[in-house]
């Protein structure tokens, strides 16, 4: 049922993932000095709490469920999982790799988690609004695309896992232009980094004020990185004998 419902057409029409969750936990946030204030009471004593109760551990359990088959899909030693029909097809999984970097980095990232919060100030906009954990939103997002570029990772024990990554390419397609993209990657950790917190009263400030100018740096940061990375794809084409 929940999974029927997550199929709507209807954006707005959130039942299932973190953002439900988000919402059972923390309730809608009315504050101004921080996240919602959702009562404890809500899933023991008042009207439906039994039902909200189930939502949230169903909601819960079928996250994890995703999770873990999203594991399974990228486990390593497989014979048909996702992972193994991505490596028969490198050519093709570099440009989808790089396309949906840029993608992440400019229409996602900087358009629709910052930039309409940014542009219309309203705290609904910001990526997690219940929570207020927007700003942590953005700076898991960033860390997880230079991860990508680089290769590499470091697990939640400390050890840093090392591979090849999309800055190998750009080593091989664009090598002048390689420091740029250190230094794009780079811009994009540092600003976001710098965003302010809470998110929602940084966008609603005054007009000039560090917090608005903190978004709307890191924004163009990410704008930066998704156009290199659209240079890169036509640079991969071009290398395959593509238009």
Not at 30 to 38: A, I, Q
Not at 71 to 84: F, L, M, S
Not at 113 to 124: I, K, M, Q, T
């Amino acid at each position: 049922m929940l999974l029927s419902l997550a199929d709507s057409e209807n954006d707005e029409a959130i039942a299932t993932g973190w953002h439900a969750i988000e919402f059972l936990l923390w309730g809608e946030d009315r504050n101004l000095d921080g996240p919602g204030k959702r009562p404890w009471t809500d899933f023991t004593k008042r009207r439906n709490a039994d039902r909200r109760a189930v939502y949230l551990l169903t909601s819960a359990d079928l996250l994890t469920d995703q999770l873990t088959a999203l594991v399974e899909a990228w486990a390593p030693d497989r014979e048909k999982n996702y992972r193994a029909q991505w490596n028969s097809k490198p050519s093709a999984s570099a440009l989808a790799l790089v396309r949906g970097l840029g993608k992440l980095c400019g229409e996602e990232l900087a358009e629709q988690r910052l930039l309409d919060a940014w542009s219309s100030r309203s705290p609904v906009a910001q990526p997690s609004p219940f929570s207020d954990t927007s700003h942590q939103d953005v700076i898991f997002d960033v860390l997880g695309i230079d991860n990508v570029y680089r290769g590499s990772y470091r697990r939640s024990d400390g050890t840093i896992v090392e591979g090849s990554g999309i800055r190998t390419l750009v080593a091989g397609l664009l090598p002048d232009r390689l420091d740029a993209f250190d230094s794009a990657l780079e811009r994009a950790i540092t600003t976001a980094l710098a965003i302010p917190v809470p998110f929602d009263q940084g966008v609603r400030s005054g007009e000039n004020s560090p917090a608005r100018a903190a978004v709307d740096e890191a924004a163009e940061a990410l704008h930066q990185v998704a156009m290199l990375m659209a240079d890169l794809e036509q640079a991969i084409r071009q290398d395959l004998g593509e238009s």
